[in-house]
């Protein structure tokens, strides 16, 4: 990607965020944007938390690998406790693609980055709409953003990151037991499978697509 329009997100919006109010008044706006931007931090909680359990995955696997297996203990009940939860508290926030198709399983975005297409060439017109859309995105408008750079004929690149929520939960519990245990290598598999159940999902959107 030449450009990066921004910096890697803990959650998208993709298809769930709600289109603005069509009304003029400045109520009816500022009801609109509250509703974008509440829906947006509810995402980036459940997200982050997705993202922090993969977090601390990945550190008690470095742990194991120096030798401190009490750290990679409670590391691995940390990643526990984030994702614990009834189902319910994640279900809105699954992405569904053909690729992370799974029996018994949801996806949660625990990360995402947007870059421009390859072939994306900069003319004042574009410039602009690349800034309307980062202030879209600050505000939590995600369809937003996007709509303004296909207006322009930006082709953009989207990138997610899923995790499998109940086998990411299985192997966690797996690790659990196998540490209490002292069967350190076969620990560290566990949370290897965790790690590796990550899918990445990329779609190209827009006029280059």
């Known amino acids: 990607m030449k450009k990066i329009i921004l910096a890697g997100l803990l959650a998208t919006m993709m298809g769930s965020a709600p289109v603005m109010a069509s009304a003029t008044t400045p109520t009816a706006a500022q009801t609109a944007t509250a509703n974008v931007q509440k829906e947006a931090a509810d995402i980036m909680q459940v997200a982050v938390k997705g993202a922090n359990a993969m977090r601390d995955i990945q550190l008690a696997r470095l742990a194991l690998f120096h030798g401190q297996p009490d750290s990679a203990k409670k590391l691995t009940n940390d990643a526990a406790s984030l994702l614990a939860g009834d189902s ?17 399983d949801q996806y949660v975005v625990i990360n995402a980055t947007v870059a421009l297409s390859e072939d994306y060439i ?5 410039e ?27 082709s953009v690149l989207q990138t997610q990151y899923l995790m499998p929520l109940n086998q990411t939960r299985k192997a966690v519990a797996s690790a659990q037991k196998l540490l209490s245990s002292g069967k350190y290598y076969e620990a560290n598999l566990a949370l290897k499978g965790a790690e590796e159940g990550i899918v990445i999902d990329s779609e190209m ?5």
């Open 88 to 104: 319910s508290d994640w279900a809105k926030f699954v992405k569904a693609a053909p690729k992370a198709k799974m029996i018994d």
């Open 122 to 126: 900069a003319t004042p017109a574009k």
């Open 128 to 154: 602009s709409a690349i800034k309307t859309a980062n202030g879209k995105m600050a505000k939590g408008d995600w369809k937003g953003a996007v709509d303004t750079l296909q207006l322009a004929g930006i």
């Open 205 to 209: 959107v827009g006029a280059g697509q």
